[in-house]
């Protein structure tokens, strides 16, 4: 996995943080960093501790619970955030499905957003009970 700095750029383009003014993304941007890892690296285990909340910027991966496929990521998606905001286990395994770029923010930085940037913290949410009402 190579790790880079995240940037407001890339940040922008993610529609959970569209809206957000400059300043706003900026202050974001110093709570991620960037990684790369290959086709095939599992990201999440189900059933384990959470420590970080990702955002695709390039690439697929395949959501895995219970041992069945129950969705597809891509670009501008996220995952991880269920287990941060109810502090339980991860729900589901995250497998890259291609070469992937991710931004990711560790749970610590997670919570800060939701105190500091709580709109943001709202769509995430938001997402979230979409996500489990499907």
Do not use: N
């Not at 290959?38 to 990201?43: M, R």
């Not at 501008?76 to 286990?89: H, M, N, S, T, Y």
Request: aromatic share 6%; net charge negative; no cysteine.
């Amino acid at each position: 996995v190579l790790r880079r700095p995240g940037g407001t750029e890339t940040l922008e383009g993610i529609g959970a943080f569209s809206g957000l003014s400059r300043r706003e993304l900026g202050k974001l941007a110093g709570w991620t960093y960037g990684v790369e890892g290959p086709a095939g690296e599992e990201l999440t285990k189900e059933g384990r501790l959470a420590h970080e909340f990702f955002v695709i910027e390039d690439g697929s991966a395949e959501v895995r619970a219970g041992g069945e496929r129950i969705a597809e990521l891509g670009a501008g998606d996220f995952f991880g955030e269920i287990a941060l905001l109810d502090g339980v286990p991860r729900t589901a395994t995250v497998i890259a499905t291609t070469a992937l770029r991710l931004i990711v923010m560790s749970a610590q930085e997670f919570r800060r957003m939701e105190q500091e940037l709580p709109a943001v913290a709202d769509r995430v949410r938001a997402a979230v009970r979409a996500r489990l009402a499907d």
